[in-house]
């Protein structure tokens, strides 16, 4: 009796329960400055985990030097192209302000708004009137909205401070886990056997296959798609070539694609009169408009054989949700999903055919007996 009054003692069950999410609470509040850090830095780690690994082959097997020549990568990729990009925005920014209220804007004459109907003459003499006073005139009519933008583009700071410290901890976490990566791999692997059995093993080599997969199909895509139509934006001579790459790589990674930026520079290319070069980049982007429906598939193979359109749902949908983390949240959580659905309809045989026949027959026969006479 007294085993029996022990083993049913709800109050401490509950209590015990409270104190478990109590104490895991109280974890993930400690470590939530370091949990977006920690999530990119266990995504890079993954899908770049086979990189590492050849190059300690290559230097006699030194995890030491592996780890310090993959930190140094990570830095060379992510932290010297944001520092560049933000430096260029600076510096261009004054000379573009400066030129646009001096009025050396070459505004075009647009004589197709006097065919519109109805409204086009109002139209038309309206933009003559503010494009002969100048960029001064043009920027008055814009002062009303600087404030907004100044507010805007001052938030943006914050984030981007943020984002930088964001990328210091994602590098030391990176180096970590390079560090001690089969350690922690075989924790994570104990932890989803001891949950799932191996099923739960299963699910944590799916998830690293999927990540792998993303990195390799939607990242290495977008940043060869980028580059080549910066390379052929800078021979074409259309100036901030640099920052055009970085926004074609940044609308390649959101599935956007690159046209959106090299379409307005080859319509700038014709007006300016430059038909050749404009020519050029027409079939320069033709080439590297088409490059991800080749290129993603084959690299999504290689990571994961998993439905292309998981893939890009997740990746779509996951930006959309978690941000740029979710580039690799969302394909990772679509794909464990799909494959443990998949797993669990397979587990059992589906019905003989007559088994269905006779099921279809029941069903037929009930409908006609609750036909209306």
């Keep these: 009796m007294k085993n029996l009054h022990r083993s049913t003692d709800m109050p401490q069950m509950l209590f015990t329960l409270m104190f478990i999410l109590l104490m895991i609470v109280a974890c993930i509040w400690i470590v939530q400055p370091f949990i977006l850090g920690f999530a990119w830095a266990s995504m890079v780690v993954i899908a770049t985990w086979p990189l590492m690994l050849r190059v300690q082959r290559l230097l006699w097997n030194r ?32 000379p573009v302000i400066a030129w646009a209220t001096q009025g050396h804007m070459e505004m075009p004459s647009l004589l197709w708004l006097n065919d519109i109907p109805a409204i086009g003459d109002k139209l038309f003499s309206s933009y003559h009137k503010l494009i002969a006073g100048g960029g001064s005139a043009i920027m008055a009519k814009l002062q009303p909205y600087v404030g907004r933008t100044t507010g805007f ?26 560090w001690r ?13 001891r949950m799932a059995g191996r ?6 080599l799916l998830a690293g296959q999927a990540i792998r997969a993303v990195a390799l199909g939607v990242v290495v895509t977008a940043l060869v798609q980028g580059v080549l ?33 090299l379409v307005p520079a080859i319509i700038w290319l014709y007006w300016s009169g430059d038909t050749t070069w404009g020519t050029v980049l027409l ?26 359109i998981l893939i890009l749902s997740g990746v779509i949908g996951g930006l959309v949700a978690f941000g740029l983390i979710g580039l690799f949240i969302g394909p990772v959580v679509l794909a464990v999903s799909y494959r443990l659905v998949s797993v669990w309809m397979h587990e059992a ?13 029941i069903l037929s026969d009930h409908d006609e007996e609750h036909l209306p006479s």
């Design 229 to 261: 139509g910066g390379i052929g934006l800078a021979l074409s001579g259309i100036p901030y070539a640099t920052l055009l790459t970085v926004l074609m790589i940044l609308c390649c990674l959101v599935q956007i694609g690159p046209l959106i930026v």
């Design 63 to 94: 995890r030491s030097l592996a780890v310090v020549v993959m930190t140094l990568l990570l830095l060379l990729l992510f932290i010297i192209p944001i520092a560049l990009l933000v430096n260029s925005l600076i510096d261009n920014s004054a």
């Design 153 to 178: 583009f001052v938030a943006q700071a914050g984030h981007f401070g943020r984002l930088m410290i964001h990328l210091g901890v994602m590098l030391l976490f990176s180096a970590l886990l390079f």
């Design 349 to 361: 045989p589906p019905p003989p055919e007559g088994d269905l026949a006779s099921v279809v027959e």
């Design 199 to 204: 099923r739960g093993d299963a699910t944590v």
């Design 181 to 193: 990566g089969e350690q922690a791999a075989q924790g994570i692997r104990h932890f989803a056997f």
């Design 283 to 308: 079939i320069w982007s033709c080439v590297v408009g088409t490059l991800d429906n080749v290129l993603r598939p084959m690299l999504i193979r290689m990571g994961a054989d998993l439905p292309m």
